[in-house]
């Protein structure tokens, strides 16, 4: 049994203030607080730049629940039109950009005020979006590909054929490469971002490949099976492939990028990966039906969309080092 587990299972419930701990003598608490309530269907989770705002997007209401991490509370709420998928904060922590897959647009919202700006016009049926040196890339899975938006006109400018359904992207962390999970196809489409192009396409075991996150030159891939692939990106190679929870759909790598955090979303658990040995150091019960986590720009907690019960999970990452 590993730590999480075991502490779990020798304790008794006990309240403290807004969060349920589970207690012992010895140990004062497990790493999993109770779930903030946000709105219906929680499909994707980021932090501001500076960590005290926590941005939380529901499928089913079509609006943004806003965290505020110091108190743990829902502050405010941002209505959006329809079928928000995915969001991205600016660097700057200015906007925050979400999809909005039945009206092949980009909601923009400026978050200094919470409100909407001009949308964004991409592809077919958008997913996720990420921003990467200049640019924002946009997967549109009904279209298989990807639209280039330059960041500072907010305009589509180019776009790039993918493979079939892509739904997740990320950027490495020095900007040079992106990789899109094509989940129909099981393949992992490597773009060389400067020059606008495919330098590798990458067949995933296990097919299906749904999340994507980076430490260093090095991307994980979460896909069926019960697993993570491990891609050497420079080589477009498969290194090996991590056993996870049932349905992993939801990656983060904490900023130091010691740690991977997988979401399970068939067993309602998170998975905590050591990035070195490439192995499960711990797994964590949250809410139901996990699909999406994001980690604190400080390394020292994990937000965690509950989609099943419309909650948000936070995992102190502090507590699961000790």
């Given at each position: 049994m590993n730590k999480a587990f075991a502490r779990i299972a020798a304790g008794a419930v006990m309240t403290l203030g807004a969060s349920v701990f589970m207690a012992r003598a010895e140990e004062a608490t497990t790493p999993v607080s109770a779930g903030v309530a946000v709105g219906t269907l929680p499909c994707d989770v980021a932090f501001s730049p500076d960590g005290r705002r926590v941005y939380v997007v529901n499928a089913v209401t079509q609006n943004v629940s806003v965290i505020d991490v110091?108190?743990?509370?829902?502050?405010?709420?941002?209505?959006?039109?329809?079928?928000?998928?995915?969001?991205?904060?600016?660097?700057?922590?200015?906007?925050?950009?979400?999809?909005?897959?039945?009206?092949?647009?980009?909601?923009?919202?400026?978050?200094?005020?919470?409100?909407?700006?001009?949308?964004?016009?991409?592809?077919?049926?958008?997913?996720?979006?990420?921003?990467?040196?200049?640019?924002?890339?946009v997967t549109n899975s009904g279209a298989h590909s990807v639209s280039i938006v330059d960041i500072a006109s907010r305009q589509a400018v180019a776009s790039i054929a993918v493979g079939d359904e892509p739904r997740a992207l990320a950027f490495s962390p020095n900007g040079t490469r992106a990789c899109v999970a094509n989940f129909r196809v099981g393949t992992v489409s490597i773009i060389d971002v400067e020059?606008?192009?495919?330098?590798?396409?990458?067949?995933?075991?296990?097919?299906?490949?749904?999340?994507?996150?980076?430490?260093?030159?090095?991307?994980?891939?979460?896909?069926?099976?019960?697993?993570?692939?491990?891609?050497?990106?420079?080589?477009?190679?498969?290194?090996?492939?991590?056993?996870?929870?049932?349905?992993?759909?939801?990656?983060?790598?904490?900023?130091?990028?010691?740690?991977?955090?997988?979401?399970?979303?068939?067993?309602?658990?998170?998975?905590?990966?050591?990035?070195?040995?490439?192995?499960?150091?711990?797994?964590?019960?949250?809410?139901?039906?996990?699909?999406?986590?994001?980690?604190?720009?400080?390394?020292?907690?994990?937000?965690?969309?509950?989609?099943?019960?419309?909650?948000?999970?936070?995992i102190d990452l502090e507590w699961l080092a000790i």
């Amino acid at each position: 049994m590993n730590k999480a587990f075991a502490r779990i299972a020798a304790g008794a419930v006990m309240t403290l203030g807004a969060s349920v701990f589970m207690a012992r003598a010895e140990e004062a608490t497990t790493p999993v607080s109770a779930g903030v309530a946000v709105g219906t269907l929680p499909c994707d989770v980021a932090f501001s730049p500076d960590g005290r705002r926590v941005y939380v997007v529901n499928a089913v209401t079509q609006n943004v629940s806003v965290i505020d991490v110091a108190s743990g509370l829902v502050v405010g709420t941002i209505a959006l039109k329809e079928s928000p998928r995915k969001i991205a904060v600016s660097a700057d922590g200015a906007q925050a950009w979400v999809t909005l897959s039945t009206r092949n647009s980009v909601a923009v919202i400026d978050l200094a005020t919470g409100t909407l700006l001009a949308p964004i016009a991409v592809g077919h049926f958008p997913t996720s979006v990420a921003f990467g040196p200049g640019v924002a890339y946009v997967t549109n899975s009904g279209a298989h590909s990807v639209s280039i938006v330059d960041i500072a006109s907010r305009q589509a400018v180019a776009s790039i054929a993918v493979g079939d359904e892509p739904r997740a992207l990320a950027f490495s962390p020095n900007g040079t490469r992106a990789c899109v999970a094509n989940f129909r196809v099981g393949t992992v489409s490597i773009i060389d971002v400067e020059a606008g192009a495919i330098c590798h396409t990458i067949t995933v075991p296990g097919g299906f490949p749904s999340a994507i996150a980076f430490a260093g030159g090095t991307a994980f891939v979460a896909h069926g099976g019960g697993r993570v692939s491990v891609i050497d990106v420079g080589a477009g190679a498969v290194e090996c492939e991590i056993t996870v929870g049932s349905g992993p759909c939801g990656l983060a790598v904490s900023p130091d990028e010691r740690t991977l955090l997988v979401t399970n979303q068939n067993d309602d658990t998170v998975s905590v990966v050591d990035v070195a040995t490439r192995t499960v150091r711990d797994t964590v019960a949250v809410g139901l039906r996990p699909v999406a986590v994001a980690i604190s720009p400080d390394g020292t907690a994990a937000y965690v969309a509950d989609c099943g019960d419309s909650t948000v999970s936070v995992i102190d990452l502090e507590w699961l080092a000790i």
